[in-house]
């Protein structure tokens, strides 16, 4: 498990995603984006759902950081929030599984520390934990976490007001984090992914500012709308 996160260190992971309305949601279409990422020399690529994962998998011999999302209410986990969500990802083909990792109650009553002991003892797998405060990232690594990011700040109630990407957070995690840290969302430019190496970041992982072409095109004809 650690050699497959050490393939990562210093690198851009590629989050290759798409809404669900988009005909870019289609495991063909996410498997071709993920394979020109690592073409031009992305180290890993962060993928949703196991269609889509076996689909990348069949294509690419990367590390791919899996994960489900599944909207189950009321609560609000909704990144791989099961155990059998992990274990359907890591049959797909995963290499990491990402998990949310805050202190909101989980749909299924089980606690992020079985979920995680479960992914290692029968999946053997690394856990990615998706943080959004300092607190819930050294409650994670208690719970077992391989790693760390930062994926969920300003995602969370807790952090609703802030604006990714979360530079202080990052800090704060790499300075008191006794786990690899990678910093994701809103790194929206090259500049951005370099500033977050340098504060420590053992990988970045970007998404919209490179796959996301349905919010990019929202934007550009939302800013000429407005001339």
């Not at 759902?49 to 690419?60: E, G, K, L, W, Y």
């Not at 786990?179 to 790194?187: L, N, Q, S, T, Y």
Request: proline share 6%; aromatic share 4%.
């Amino acid at each position: 498990m650690k050699s497959i996160l050490e393939s990562l260190r210093g690198g851009l992971i590629v989050s290759c995603q798409a809404p669900v309305d988009s005909p870019l949601h289609n495991a063909i279409a996410i498997a071709a984006m993920a394979e020109a990422a690592l073409n031009r020399g992305a180290v890993g690529v962060r993928i949703d759902t196991p269609d889509h994962i076996q689909a990348v998998r069949a294509r690419c011999s990367h590390p791919i950081i899996g994960l489900w999302k599944q909207v189950m209410p009321p609560s609000e986990v909704y990144i791989t929030p099961q155990f059998h969500h992990a274990e359907a990802v890591a049959q797909a083909g995963s290499d990491i599984i990402a998990v949310d990792a805050t202190q909101r109650p989980r749909p299924s009553g089980e606690t992020l520390g079985q979920i995680i002991q479960h992914i290692h003892q029968r999946l053997n797998r690394p856990v990615m934990a998706d943080v959004d405060t300092l607190d819930n990232a050294l409650k994670a690594i208690d719970a077992g976490a391989d790693c760390v990011g930062t994926t969920l700040f300003g995602y969370t109630a807790e952090t609703k007001t802030e604006v990714p990407p979360g530079f202080d957070l990052l800090r704060a995690m790499v300075q008191q984090c006794s786990v690899p840290v990678i910093c994701e969302g809103g790194i929206a430019s090259p500049e951005q992914a370099k500033q977050a190496i340098d504060l420590g970041a053992y990988a970045v992982v970007v998404g919209t500012a490179i796959t996301g072409m349905d919010s990019l095109v929202q934007r550009y004809v939302s800013a000429i709308d407005q001339l």
